[in-house]
């Protein structure tokens, strides 16, 4: 069984799934660095390039592949990965779907600190804010939430690993 990581960009998907991964002795994926590895180019050349739907199409093709594999995995999604039917549906019957959930506030501070995101680029505060909350009712559906507010990556990767044993799911799943 598959541990996707669902939530806003920067909300530390990346990051606390490799701790995950690293912990739980099972492979890490992260869906925009498969797709950049693809496609040969970066996410933001790819937007800039060829566009958003594009992307969008070729990130859910990805992600309903790699939920095939038969090893478990700990998978990153990109942050709009999750407001796709096809790829939630998908995500919810092959996998357990795990919110990482970070203050609005926290998420503007960390896509300040980083260029390659070009969904928010020359965006202001308010429109990312608008962002987070239109998207906020689809990762409020994945099976687990855990609150990354004021925790390390390790935390939130014990935290994950406590809540996918308390439901009968380990690494051996």
């Not at 996707?4 to 002795?25: D, E, H, R």
């Not at 933001?44 to 592949?65: A, D, H, M, T, V």
Request: proline residues 1%; charged residues 35%.
């Amino acid at each position: 069984m598959h541990i996707v990581l669902v939530g806003m960009m920067a909300s530390g998907k990346s990051s606390i799934g490799k701790v995950l991964s690293k912990s739980m002795n099972i492979p890490f994926l992260d869906i925009d660095k498969e797709i950049e590895f693809h496609e040969r180019r970066s996410i933001k050349s790819i937007f800039e390039n060829s566009g958003e739907r594009y992307f969008r199409k070729l990130e859910s093709k990805i992600i309903i592949e790699n939920l095939g594999a038969k090893k478990t995995t700990v998978i990153a999604l990109g942050g709009g990965a999750f407001l796709n039917a096809a790829v939630r549906k998908n995500v919810n019957e092959k996998s357990i779907s795990v919110w990482l959930d970070v203050n609005i506030e926290t998420i503007i501070t960390r896509v300040k600190k980083n260029q390659k995101r070009p969904l928010i680029e020359k965006k202001s505060d308010e429109e990312v804010k608008k962002i987070y909350e239109k998207r906020l009712k689809y990762y409020e559906m994945s099976k687990i939430h855990i609150d990354c507010n004021k925790k390390t990556k390790t935390e939130c990767a014990e935290e994950i690993i406590f809540k996918l044993k308390s439901i009968g799911i380990n690494e051996n799943n």
